[in-house]
């Protein structure tokens, strides 16, 4: 079981630490995105709201870190890690769509189509994707053989056997009965395997071997794991407005989740091992990789 | 002026080699998209769905003769060409949406969203754009470097300087009084933008030389325009029969098009001379491009 986060003082400075890192991935996603008023302006506008309105960066930190794990250097993977924010981007502004969720909310802000309209939305989801590629393809320094393998891993995650593939099965699920099995997948693909993804880019761009690429893939899947699963606990007990959205959207939509299944208790439990078998990937790291260890702890006990 | 095709023999045996060329792509997508019952099975057959929908394949066409042309071997560049055709396939499942275009048909047949409803069929155009850029990443043996070339060209060639910045002038052009030049930049980006990437992708894989490149970058821009002009001109005096959707909806859309604008005589002779400028381009090459040159009066001469 992991130990929970006593040191008051180590968590706030790990917490300054992360508000550093989305800064940085700040100012790169706003240098890689078109300018507002690059024509047609109104696309480019959609899809900075989008942008701006992020959470965490809990992608493209992953990839940052990860590759400093290994040896790598920050701003050679830069142009990766904001791929991955704006293929994230891209997936909820799809997913928010009134096809799809119809959700008007996101992070306490209307969603893309409820400012710009839903094609709008449908082509600023598209237009991200395309660009995350663009940046991927112009991965700076890093060589062309690992650019192209990246690219693979990328796009195998977000597409029908990854990313895609949850959120159809997901979408599917809701108000069905639906097998533990199920929810695993869900879990595994709608929100793990951009995470694996993550951190597998940042692994292979700053070359690690392949012992190290298979523990820190195994650390990706767990920490989304723990991830997913506190989601949906956050959506039972969670403050509205420390999360930003309405709680209680997953009972609402009779979604099958960790807690309605497990009940709250043993799905904190479930989190929690997935956390501990996280950290257990990362033995083979020093030091080096105290800050993936701090952000496991941190998925943990978020609040929001 | 360009000749037009007066050999009836010749017509008729570029159109059994344009056929053959497709069907080799039709062999190809059905090995490059996963099996209609992979799991989650819905998704994947949104997506063979509208891939089998299919056309001409012009662009995969064109990614596979232009490397001959330059002296490299088709199968090298076929996951690059079906990565092409499904981003095409992509961007008419999202334009067909009830919140774009809204049509209900597509080359005869009901659209995706009609037939797996809207949340469907705006992930499988998704899909099929995430798939490309696997595909891309697989382009078997060619050499990392014009991969990585291929990706950039490609995912500009589909973003917002490209094909959807086409797609979103259009959108907002509708009903509108437009100038020319917003009429040309529509053209030039909705539509030319891939098939200049289709151009391009098949020039750079087969390793073609820096003159040969740009002037077969000539040849796609023009040819793009001709296509254009000529999907114009078909969609007021086509055959509704023939081309297997409803004509007349530009002028019911109040689309503003080379005919609105310049009548039908002088936007066929705008295609025509587009046809001609594109003939000229491949000037410096010998019989290796005859196909090219056949195609080009395949566009003008095109029924549908």
């Known amino acids: 079981m992991l130990k929970l986060w006593h040191q008051g003082a180590k968590k706030l400075e790990f917490e300054k630490a992360l508000a550093k890192r989305a800064l940085v991935i700040n100012e790169a996603l706003e240098l890689y995105l078109p300018p507002a008023n690059a024509y047609p302006p109104l696309i480019h506008q959609a899809m900075r709201y989008s942008i701006k309105g992020g959470g965490k960066r809990l992608r493209p930190v992953l990839v940052m870190a990860v590759a400093e794990t290994v040896g790598g250097r920050v701003q050679e993977v830069m142009p990766a890690a904001c791929a991955l924010e704006m293929i994230h981007t891209y997936s909820l502004i799809h997913d928010d769509l009134p096809s799809i969720d119809d959700d008007d909310y996101r992070r306490g802000k209307p969603t893309s189509h409820k400012i710009y309209g839903e094609a709008i939305a449908v082509l600023a989801g598209d237009a ?14 890093s060589s062309p053989d690992k650019i192209v393998k990246v690219i693979g891993e990328v796009a195998s995650a977000a597409g029908t056997y990854g990313m895609i593939g949850g959120q159809v099965v997901d979408i599917f699920s809701a108000g069905e009965s639906i097998p533990i099995s199920t929810l695993e ?16 880019t940042g692994a292979i ?22 991830f997913q699963i506190i989601d949906d606990i956050l959506d039972v007990e969670g403050d509205a407005a420390v999360i930003g959205k309405p709680v209680g959207s997953d009972v609402k939509n009779k979604k099958v989740t960790y807690p309605s299944v497990f009940g709250l208790k ?15 990937a990362l033995e083979r790291f020093g030091g080096e990789a105290d800050f993936l260890r701090q952000l496991i702890r941190f998925v943990i006990n978020r609040r929001r």
């Open 128 to 141: 991200l994707l395309t660009l995350a590629f663009s940046l991927l393809a112009e991965s700076g320094r």
């Open 205 to 226: 761009l700053a070359g690690a071997e392949e012992g190290q690429l298979a523990d820190l893939t195994c650390f990706a899947e767990q920490l989304g794991l723990a």
């Open 185 to 200: 997948y869900i879990h595994k693909y709608k929100t793990g395997a951009l995470y694996r993804a993550a951190v597998r």
């Open 266 to 280: 043993e799905a904190r439990a479930k989190a929690e091992q997935a956390a501990a078998e996280a950290l257990t």
